[in-house]
């Protein structure tokens, strides 16, 4: 699977988030869980200071590696995090491998973070992350970065 290195500055991104691990599916429940509940209930649609209002999955707070349990929380980028029922976290600035997939949104990715845990990346596991361009109106036909943090 082809990526890029590039750096990438700080961001503040606002959301929900859980708690979830990739034991035995649990991962893909609790993520599909918080899409819906972020986008179906409006959440998205309350986040002030939005920069670009395009979806970010964000991994972060990882007891280890990617066997280990972690936090996922769906979110957007802001340039304040005024938005005191929401939970804010930072994207660390630094170096990250930039995967590019297309396709269907949950086959699409999912699949791409599998070839990812096979690859030898030099992984920080500190603050990974999904860019949703929005960038059609077919679900099946989507331009999602994946962006993985390294050393």
């Known amino acids: 699977m082809n ?5 990438l500055n700080e961001k503040i991104i606002v959301g929900k988030s859980i708690i ?46 990617a066997t280990m349990p972690y936090r996922f929380m769906c979110g957007t980028e802001v340039s304040k995090s005024d938005n005191p029922n929401l939970e804010t976290r930072i994207i660390d600035g630094g170096k990250y491998a930039k995967f590019t997939v297309n396709g269907d949104i949950m086959n699409a990715v999912g699949k791409a973070w ?23 109106e077919d679900m099946n036909n989507q331009t999602i970065d994946i962006y993985i943090s390294i050393n």
């Open 114 to 136: 599998q070839e990812i845990w096979s690859l030898d990346l030099d992984r920080k596991f500190s603050s990974d992350f999904e860019l949703y361009h929005n960038d059609s």
């Open 3 to 7: 990526y890029k290195i590039v750096t």
């Open 20 to 65: 979830t691990t990739n034991e035995n599916g649990k991962s893909m429940k609790d993520i599909g869980y918080m899409w819906q509940h972020f986008i179906g209930e409006g959440v998205c649609d309350s986040i002030k200071n939005k920069i670009t209002g395009k979806g970010i999955g964000l991994y972060t707070d990882y007891e280890g590696d």
